[in-house]
């Protein structure tokens, strides 16, 4: 089993070629040295993750991001938000080994705002491919326990920084000619862009293209009991993979999660555990609870939970996308109340 490090261990494993797990502000974040192929090899061997969805670059401070990945004025602006929830798209030259890039002519690139993750990356002063220290389709840990619990068998060692102060994985951007595009929603916003002059551009996420982003189109965060999303009645779609509730029996415990105290009301009796990820209402708590409820509900003996969006706004985009994708079923929110669904 992985041990648990001090950041100097960290950060001469990382060196050694060895694979470490660490805090970050948005999740825990699984390291190896980039410029390692053998080390990256054996990180994406861990994860069972396939190969063609790269990894991001992480690195302690701007210039050290410019000497990997392009600079340009659009990505000076961007690195105000550094150290911060933010990774962004670089073209990188070659100077990313091919097999952290997915063969891509773009990097990811972050410099995360934690203590822990800062002085490991000094330390090591060479890019850190760290994606979410989770196996692939698993929901990204928030805790060191969380990491222990999934992965701490087949990784060298871990760093306890306690729980994740965000709890969503980083704002992923793409540099367009007149703006940015989100590709991942998370805790730097399309409104704290727009805040500092930076326009956002919507991708979108149809059409038979390779996704610009491999690990979005992959059905993760999903707890291990079927979800389903309650979608109000005129509201903002649930994803297309989502299939429509059938039949209107309910059967077994049913949980909800929730937000600010809101409960439907559903046809054969209460919810027989209700999560609040605010139940005063803050987005930023939401995101801290989302990873850690879904493995609340799962270890609560539920036979399914039902999940109610947050408001569509701020950090709440990155909320509803990954409630979104963890969802298997959908069901229509009509004058406050819901009709159980039949899973089968
Ligand atoms: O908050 C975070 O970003 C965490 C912490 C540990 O920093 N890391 C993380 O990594 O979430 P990961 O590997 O779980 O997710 C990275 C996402 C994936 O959706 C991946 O496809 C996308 O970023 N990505 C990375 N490099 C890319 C590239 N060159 N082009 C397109 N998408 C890329
Ligand atoms: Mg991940």
């Not at 990188?92 to 773009?106: D, K, M």
């Not at 087949?154 to 709890?167: F, K």
Request: some cysteine.
């Amino acid at each position: 089993m992985a041990r648990f490090l001090t950041v100097q261990e960290a950060a001469e494993s990382i060196l050694a070629g060895r694979i470490v797990a660490f805090p970050t502000e948005t999740v825990y974040g699984l390291g190896a040295n980039a410029l390692n192929l053998t080390a990256i090899e054996r990180l994406y061997q861990i994860k069972g993750r396939p190969k063609n969805n790269p990894l991001i670059c992480h690195l302690a401070d701007p210039e050290s991001v410019f000497q990997y990945g392009r600079e340009s004025g659009m990505a000076r602006r961007l690195a105000r938000f550094w150290p911060g929830p933010l990774t962004v798209l670089l073209e990188h030259e070659g100077r990313i080994p091919s097999i952290v890039t997915a063969g891509s002519g773009l990097a990811g690139f972050r410099i995360p705002n934690h203590p822990i993750a800062l002085e490991i990356l000094r330390l090591v002063g060479k890019p850190v491919a760290a994606p979410s220290a989770n196996l692939s389709n698993s929901r990204s840990p928030v805790t060191a326990e969380m990491v222990y619990q999934q992965i701490g068998d087949r990784i060298d060692g871990i760093v306890d920084g306690g729980r994740c102060e965000i709890g969503v994985e980083s704002t992923v951007v793409k540099i367009m000619e007149d703006g940015i595009a989100i590709l991942r929603p998370g805790a730097i916003t399309a409104e704290m862009f727009e805040a500092a002059s930076i326009s956002v551009r919507t991708v979108s996420r149809t059409g038979s293209e390779a996704p610009e982003s491999p690990g979005m189109q992959e059905k993760h965060y999903a707890p291990s009991i079927p979800m389903i999303l309650i979608v109000e009645e005129g509201g903002s779609p649930g994803s297309e993979a989502v299939r429509d509730s059938a039949g209107q029996v309910r059967k077994g415990k049913s949980g909800l999660i929730t937000f600010a105290g809101r409960i439907p009301r559903i046809e054969g009796g209460d919810f027989d555990q209700i999560y609040d990820l605010s139940p005063d209402g803050d987005l930023d708590e939401a995101a801290k609870n989302l990873f850690y409820v879904f493995g609340r509900v799962e270890s609560d003996g539920l036979d399914e939970v039902y999940a109610l969006p947050v408001p569509e706004m701020g950090i709440g985009r990155a909320v509803n996308d990954r409630l979104r994708r963890a969802a298997s079923y959908r069901t229509l929110l009509k004058d406050g109340r819901i009709t159980p669904i039949q899973i089968d």
